[in-house]
Nanobody, 114 residues
Framework: QVRLVESGGGLVQPGGSLRLSCAAS????????MGWYRQAPGKQHELVAAINSGGGTNYADSVKGRFTISRDNAKNTVYLQMNSLKPEDTAVYYC????????WGQGTQVTVSS
């Protein structure tokens, strides 16, 4: 089982952009679907984007058209490009194996505020 480490979060103004990275300690080739999730204060984890091994993607309605998920199997990394950020995107963001989820890691904090 690979270890997943998220990075790239920060404080950004509404309308800004961030690119999150999810680095795996080993190959992600065997992971069919990778997902980016987020957890806002007082709420449960929410799946915001997913990508399969063939590059097919799916997005939550709340982020469709603003977020883009991608994966680089050679670098064992999954990315989440977030554009046109809104205050309601504020959350801790996590990546995980969609079908065989691990325990949640530390995640990366994204705060959208003016």
């Amino acid at each position: 089982q690979v270890r997943l480490v998220e990075s790239g979060g920060g404080l950004v103004q509404p309308g800004g952009s961030l690119r999150l990275s999810c680095a795996a300690s080993g190959s992600i080739l065997s992971i069919n679907i990778m997902g980016w999730y987020r957890q806002a204060p007082g709420k449960q984890h929410e799946l915001v984007a997913a990508i399969n091994s063939g590059g097919g993607t799916n997005y939550a309605d709340s982020v469709k058209g603003r977020f883009t998920i991608s994966r680089d199997n050679a670098k064992n990394t999954v990315y989440l490009q977030m554009n046109s950020l809104k205050p309601e995107d504020t959350a801790v963001y996590y990546c995980n194996d969609y079908f065989n989820p691990q325990g949640w890691g530390q995640g990366t904090q994204v705060t959208v505020s003016s």
